[in-house]
């Protein structure tokens, strides 16, 4: 051989050496590369399902306190609906005469100077205290500012539910 073929088979050597060299190392990275793609894959399916199960807690908490703030709702709404309607009973009551509002007089007061009788009728909440009777129009007014008042209440106390169920 001469030393051209031999330099020309030794260079032929190197080239198929560093080609299967190459070929060996794309082998290489390419199953590195596929490891990690599917170690990605897993993560990315690991966050997937995490992001999700939060998800649905995160719903399964806002319906569950919708759902109590509902409840709430109606019960506020019903307390509501019956101070309404003893309010208009009282009231049809006080305009038929059914019931008189009276108020305590203080026994002790000189400066009064009324005399208004010391027994009570067959109804009546204190025995043996003098009382005066209102008038049907002031006890209608009477009746309407408790009315505002029990509103008032019940509103407020609808209020503050929703902001201790609400509120962290």
Same mark, same amino acid.
């Given at each position: 051989?001469?030393?051209?073929?031999?330099?020309?088979?030794?260079?032929?050597?190197?080239?198929?050496?560093?080609?299967?060299?190459?070929?060996?190392?794309?082998?290489?990275?390419?199953?590195?590369?596929?490891?990690?793609?599917?170690?990605?894959?897993?993560?990315?399916?690991?966050?997937?399902?995490?992001?999700?199960?939060?998800?649905?807690?995160?719903?399964?908490?806002?319906?569950?306190?919708?759902?109590? $703030?509902?409840?709430?709702?109606?019960?506020?709404?019903?307390?509501?609906?019956?101070?309404?309607?003893?309010?208009?009973? $009282?009231?049809?009551?006080?305009?038929?005469?059914?019931?008189?509002?009276?108020?305590?007089?203080?026994?002790?007061?000189?400066?009064?100077?009324?005399?208004?009788?010391?027994?009570?009728?067959?109804?009546?909440?204190?025995?043996?205290?003098?009382?005066?009777? $209102?008038?049907?129009?002031?006890?209608?007014?009477?009746?309407?500012?408790?009315?505002?008042?029990?509103?008032?209440?019940?509103?407020?106390?609808?209020?503050?539910?929703?902001?201790?169920?609400?509120?962290?």
């Amino acid at each position: 051989m001469t030393p051209g073929q031999i330099l020309f088979a030794m260079l032929l050597a190197m080239v198929t050496s560093a080609g299967g060299t190459w070929q060996v190392q794309d082998w290489r990275m390419g199953e590195k590369l596929a490891e990690q793609a599917g170690l990605h894959k897993d993560d990315l399916a690991a966050i997937t399902n995490a992001a999700a199960a939060q998800a649905r807690a995160e719903q399964d908490k806002r319906l569950a306190l919708e759902q109590q $703030l509902a409840g709430q709702d109606q019960k506020h709404t019903k307390e509501l609906s019956d101070a309404q309607r003893n309010q208009a009973v $009282l009231r049809d009551r006080l305009a038929t005469s059914d019931v008189r509002l009276s108020v305590l007089l203080d026994a002790a007061d000189s400066a009064g100077g009324c005399n208004v009788p010391a027994a009570t009728g067959t109804v009546g909440v204190v025995h043996a205290a003098r009382r005066a009777q $209102l008038d049907p129009a002031h006890a209608q007014r009477i009746i309407a500012i408790t009315d505002a008042g029990d509103q008032g209440l019940i509103a407020l106390r609808a209020c503050q539910a929703y902001v201790r169920a609400v509120a962290p």
